[in-house]
């Protein structure tokens, strides 16, 4: 089953998303992953845990942040 890690990194510069990106692709087991430097969201979908990506992202030199998810959208009905 596979696990959807959503993280916020700071992404200043096309560097930085080189790094990641490069980072990102050599973890095991990934199906999918996204950056999206608007938002500072890295999303990696597959056979990993949320502390892999981060350990990966800290070797870099890149501080990850657990993605908090606005639950203001939520409409209760």
Sequence with gaps: MANVVELKV???????????LKAIKKI?????YNVDTEMNKVTV???VTRE??????H???KNA?????????????
């Design 28 to 32: 095991e087991d990934i199906e999918t």
């Design 65 to 77: 942040a657990v993605w908090e998810h606005d639950t203001n959208n939520h409409t209760n009905n």
């Design 45 to 47: 979908t597959g056979n």
């Design 59 to 61: 070797k870099i030199g």
């Design 10 to 20: 700071g992404l200043h510069c096309d560097e930085c998303i080189k790094k990641i």
């Design 52 to 57: 892999q990506v981060m350990r990966v992202l």
